[in-house]
């Protein structure tokens, strides 16, 4: 019989600390997921999933919520409409359903991309889980075949991520790197294995615009800080630096931004 949950006890608590506390998400190594289209993706790729929670209510459930409990291997726990509104961000709409995830990294060091001219995209400290989850998107869509997260950047497996994400996060491999150290270790492996990559970086006084650079080769994309941009060992690890031409009187397009207008140019490119 399915456990059911209609006061703030211990577990009910345990799950909420994951919408705010990293820590608590890392050691238990475990997040809450929540929206439709991202527990789809999450379904449709096999991710792991812990618990599957579903909001108690007089009428029944829709055909999608009841296919999605009716097909699940893992146990499911119902939850009364006030509790679920709250683990879900949404108190005046509370979902009918939503998981508690596992946390799951690529490993860089055994990580093979696949294609013969993979896209890596490096995101280098992220400091907005929002913006994190918006190039994830961006990679997603464009074809890139994961993301990288250097340094003490923002989680990836913070809520606001994940919906920033639209789910992407379950279709694009994320890994960690400390530093430039980790990727050049990475691309000396990847040209051990025939599958050469330069890397390029995105910055405001990069010397080559971006449409200039060739880019139908391997390529680890870097985008530096939100607010300090690309560090001075990134610079000096990059083969090239591009700078995207713009007008108006804005100096710099945000990082996500100019992530994705990279991603479009290298995908333009390769379409010929």
């Known amino acids: 019989m399915d456990q059911m949950i209609t006061t703030r006890n211990a577990r009910f608590q345990q799950w909420q600390s994951y919408l705010t506390n990293r820590a608590k998400r890392t050691r238990a190594g475990l997040f809450v997921l929540q929206g439709v289209r991202p527990l789809n993706l999450a379904l449709e790729r096999n991710w792991p999933i812990d618990t599957l929670v579903y909001r108690l209510q007089d009428a029944p459930l829709s055909s999608w919520a009841a296919d999605v409990l009716g097909a699940a291997t893992v146990p499911a726990v119902g939850m009364s409409?006030?509790?679920?509104?709250?683990?879900?961000?949404?108190?005046?709409?509370?979902?009918?359903?939503?998981?508690?995830?596992?946390?799951?990294?690529?490993?860089?060091?055994?990580?093979?991309?696949?294609?013969?001219?993979?896209?890596?995209?490096?995101?280098?400290?992220?400091?907005?889980?929002?913006?994190?989850?918006?190039?994830?998107?961006?990679?997603?869509?464009?074809?890139?075949?994961?993301?990288?997260?250097?340094?003490?950047?923002?989680?990836?497996?913070d809520p606001q991520c994940v919906r920033a994400s639209t789910g992407s996060i379950f279709a694009v491999p994320v890994a960690q790197a400390t530093g430039p150290s980790d990727i050049a270790d990475f691309v000396t492996r990847q040209a051990g294995l025939g599958v050469p990559m330069s890397v390029v970086?995105?910055?405001?006084?990069?010397?080559?615009?971006?449409?200039?650079?060739?880019?139908?080769?391997?390529?680890?994309?870097?985008?530096?800080?939100?607010?300090?941009?690309?560090?001075?060992?990134?610079?000096?690890?990059?083969?090239?630096?591009?700078?995207?031409?713009?007008?108006?009187?804005?100096?710099?397009?945000?990082?996500?931004?100019?992530?994705?207008?990279s991603l479009y140019e290298i995908a333009r490119q390769r379409r010929g």
């Open 81 to 157: 409409a006030e509790l679920i509104g709250e683990l879900g961000d949404k108190p005046d709409q509370p979902p009918e359903l939503l998981a508690i995830a596992s946390t799951a990294w690529a490993n860089l060091e055994a990580w093979n991309p696949p294609g013969a001219d993979p896209v890596i995209v490096v995101f280098d400290r992220p400091t907005s889980p929002g913006n994190l989850g918006t190039l994830i998107r961006s990679a997603d869509a464009f074809g890139a075949g994961g993301v990288v997260i250097t340094g003490h950047g923002a989680d990836p497996f």
């Open 201 to 261: 970086g995105t910055d405001e006084t990069g010397t080559v615009p971006l449409y200039g650079h060739d880019f139908t080769g391997g390529t680890v994309l870097v985008v530096g800080n939100e607010t300090r941009g690309m560090s001075a060992a990134w610079r000096e690890a990059c083969d090239t630096v591009v700078s995207i031409p713009i007008g108006g009187s804005a100096s710099s397009l945000g990082a996500p931004s100019a992530g994705a207008v």
